[in-house]
T-cell receptor, first 116, second 117 residues
Framework: GAVVSQHPSWVICKSGTSVKIECRSL??????MFWYRQFPKQSLMLMAT?????????EQGVEKDKFLINHASLTLSTLTVTSAHPEDSSFYIC????????????FGPGTRLTVL | AQSVAQPEDQVNVAEGNPLTVKCTYS??????LFWYVQYPNRGLQFLLK??????LVKGSYGFEAEFNKSQTSFHLKKPSALVSDSALYFC???????????????FGAGTQVVVTP
């Protein structure tokens, strides 16, 4: 089956620093990728849709200047949490639908971000 | 608007017994329904989906779900649970009429399944 990877799997950083999270589709091309945030024991909330070659689409309430998204190629999207604060600590998950199979998303393993 | 409810925070079942995880939904148009499973510190794994067609959908790892339009439900079932089925299960819905991004699924709060030996 299709595989989506994320790097790093976990990261600890100091408040005020920026952290970049990568999402890669390993065996298929993804013109669209999605970034979710999951709080402990809670469901996933869509943050933004990453579009290859164009600007990301952010959900209401998500600060685009804080959560920078870049879809550099058909297999890579990055989420940069800028000037991270402890409230940004969360589990970040990306997903990608295979082209032509929009009804089925393949999720990455997630990245645990802890901001001290 | 679309919403999904998983009424049980946790389901406990003995290994070998039937497992049911409940899900009800609300959408304006026809629903697209999904079940995902999440193991600790892992992303979601797709189990099955209902888009159209037969109300009984069979998925991965022996799971199945039945779409019931009159009861607006999409309960997940497995005839004989395994200890390895212990995980967090999410139901998700998408309104078939929406033109929103395909990532904009409405996820339920999740149900923790605990299967004891």
């Amino acid at each position: 089956g299709a595989v989506v990877s994320q790097h790093p799997s976990w990261v600890i950083c100091k408040s005020g620093t920026s952290v970049k999270i990568e999402c890669r589709s390993l065996d298929f091309q993804a013109t669209t990728m999605f970034w979710y945030r999951q709080f402990p024991k809670q469901s996933l909330m869509l943050m933004a849709t990453s579009n290859e070659g164009s600007k990301a689409t952010y959900e209401q309430g998500v600060e685009k200047d804080k959560f920078l998204i870049n879809h550099a190629s058909l297999t890579l999207s990055t989420l940069t949490v800028t000037s991270a604060h402890p409230e940004d600590s969360s589990f970040y998950i990306c997903s990608a639908p295979r082209a032509g199979r929009q009804t089925e998303q393949f999720f990455g393993p997630g990245t645990r971000l802890t901001v001290l | 608007a679309q919403s999904v409810a998983q009424p049980e925070d946790q389901v406990n079942v003995a290994e070998g017994n039937p497992l049911t995880v409940k899900c009800t939904y609300s959408v304006s148009g026809n629903p697209y329904l999904f079940w995902y499973v999440q193991y600790p510190n892992r992303g979601l794994q797709f189990l099955l989906k209902y888009i159209t067609g037969d109300n009984l959908v069979k998925g991965s790892y022996g799971f199945e779900a039945e779409f019931n339009k009159s009861q607006t439900s999409f309960h997940l079932k497995k005839p004989s649970a395994l200890v390895s089925d212990s995980a967090l299960y999410f139901c998700a819905v998408r309104d078939g009429m929406t033109t929103d991004s395909w990532g904009k699924l409405q996820f339920g709060a999740g149900t923790q399944v605990v299967v004891t030996p």
